[in-house]
C-alpha cells in the first residue's frame, strides 16, 4: 500500500433518510480527488470483500469511498425468504440517489466530485440515479449543494437493467466485464451502444463474473481508479 491509501481513514456512518437508516462504511484517504459511492449487487452490502478490496485501491488512488447497505437491517431479514427487494432497480436507485443527497448535505464532503461504482444489479441502480432529471433541483429544495454524477464504473453489471435510462446518463461511464462471463459481456455490448456519453468496456482476460480468478479483480479496481481520476478530476460531463 502505498503513503495515500495507508492514510486512509475508516468510519462507519448512519446514513438517515427519513424513516430510513442504512448504515454505511466511510474511507478517507489522505488526499481527496472525489468520492465514490459504491451500488451493491443482489444479496450483497458495505461488508463485500470484493468491494472492500476495490475501494482499497481507490482509496490508494486519492479517492474517498462510501459502502453503505442499500436495503435496511430488517429488510435484509425478509430479503432471506423474499428476494424481492434486492431486485427493485427503481428502488435501489432511488436508495442510492438519496444518499448522494446525504453526501452532499455533509459539509466535509461536499465540495468532493462524486462517482459511482456498481457491481451486478447494483450497476443497473447507478445508471439508473445517475440518470435522474432535475438531480441539482431537488438536491436545493432540500437545502443541500446541487450536484452532477462525474462518472460511473460498472464490475460484472447489468447495465442492460437500467432500460430508457441510459438514454439520459451524461456521466463518461465504463462498462468492466470478465472475459469468460460471455453472456454478461453480450448484454454489457448492448447496453453500451444504448449510451449517449463518454463511454467504454474493457474485457478482463480469464475474468469469471464475480473476477474471483486470481489478479482478475486487481486489473479492474486499477482500471476503475484510472477512469474515477480521469474524470472526477475535471469535474465536468459531457
Known amino acids: 500500500m502505498d503513503a495515500k491509501g495507508s492514510m486512509t481513514v475508516h468510519s462507519d456512518v448512519d446514513i438517515v433518510l427519513g424513516s430510513l437508516r442504512l448504515q454505511g462504511i466511510l474511507g478517507r484517504p489522505g488526499e481527496e480527488r472525489g468520492i465514490v459511492v459504491f451500488a ?41 425468504y423474499t428476494r424481492h427487494l434486492r431486485f427493485d432497480i427503481g428502488l435501489l436507485a432511488e436508495r442510492l440517489f438519496a444518499t448522494t443527497l446525504w453526501v452532499r448535505a ?32 431537488q438536491a436545493q429544495d432540500i ?23 441510459l438514454h439520459e446518463v451524461r456521466a463518461p461511464t465504463l462498462l468492466i466485464v470478465g472475459g469468460d462471463d460471455t453472456d454478461v459481456i453480450t448484454l454489457n455490448q448492448m447496453a453500451l451502444r444504448e449510451l449517449r456519453t463518454t463511454k467504454a468496456i474493457e474485457i478482463v482476460p480469464g475474468a469469471g463474473h464475480l473476477f474471483e480468478e486470481a489478479g482478475t479483480l486487481d486489473i479492474a479496481a486499477r482500471l476503475a481508479a484510472q477512469w474515477f481520476k480521469r474524470h472526477l478530476s475535471s469535474g465536468t460531463t459531457p
Open 106 to 137: 455533509q459539509p466535509s464532503l461536499k465540495s468532493l466530485p462524486i462517482g459511482y461504482f456498481g457491481a451486478s444489479t447494483g450497476a443497473a441502480a447507478a445508471l439508473v440515479a445517475a440518470a435522474k432529471p432535475g438531480a441539482a433541483m
Open 40 to 80: 451493491h449487487g443482489s444479496g450483497s452490502g458495505r461488508r463485500s470483500p470484493r468491494n472492500q478490496f476495490v475501494a482499497t485501491v481507490l482509496n490508494e488512488a486519492g479517492l474517498t469511498t462510501l459502502l453503505f447497505d442499500l436495503l435496511t437491517a430488517e429488510e435484509e431479514e425478509r430479503e432471506r
Open 143 to 165: 437545502g443541500t449543494a446541487g450536484f452532477d454524477i462525474g462518472a460511473v464504473v460498472s464490475r460484472g453489471g447489468r447495465p442492460d437493467l437500467a432500460g430508457a435510462a
